[in-house]
């Protein structure tokens, strides 16, 4: 599957973005699909993630309460609705798939190209 970002930009701290993550292919309803970060000089880490059906999601507890993953699958669209933004979550995030078990991180195999989000204090 392939998969493009979209919806960066800069922001308040305190503002809102919502992301969203187009995909190709008939079987984008078959992924576990994730959102991950990357900030200026840090690694790469998990945001959240969403089953295949849309019933189960996770998040890494820094943005519990805050952001949300949701899918559609009719339109092959994967979304992460930010709230409360801060600057420390400043960062490019990318969208990713999985056809493994959310956590298994290495086993992402397709990647957007990244959307950078800038939130200034």
């Known amino acids: 599957v392939q998969l493009q970002a979209s919806g960066g930009g800069l922001v308040q701290a305190g503002g809102s973005l919502r992301l969203s993550c187009a995909a190709s292919?008939?079987?984008?309803?078959?992924?576990?699909m994730g959102w991950f970060r990357q900030a200026p000089g840090k690694e790469r880490e998990f945001v959240a993630a969403?089953?295949?059906?849309?019933?189960?999601?996770y998040y890494v507890d820094s943005v519990k309460g805050r952001f949300t993953i949701s899918r559609d699958n009719a339109k092959n669209t994967v979304y992460l609705q930010m709230n409360s933004l801060t600057p420390e979550d400043t960062a490019v995030y990318y969208c990713?798939?999985?056809?493994?078990?959310?956590?298994?991180?290495?086993?992402?195999?397709?990647w957007g190209q990244g959307t950078e989000v800038t939130v200034s204090s």
């Open positions: 990713a798939a999985t056809s493994h078990y959310y956590n298994d991180y290495d086993k992402y195999d397709s």
């Open positions: 292919g008939r079987t984008f309803s078959s992924y576990v």
């Open positions: 969403i089953n295949w059906r849309g019933r189960s999601t």
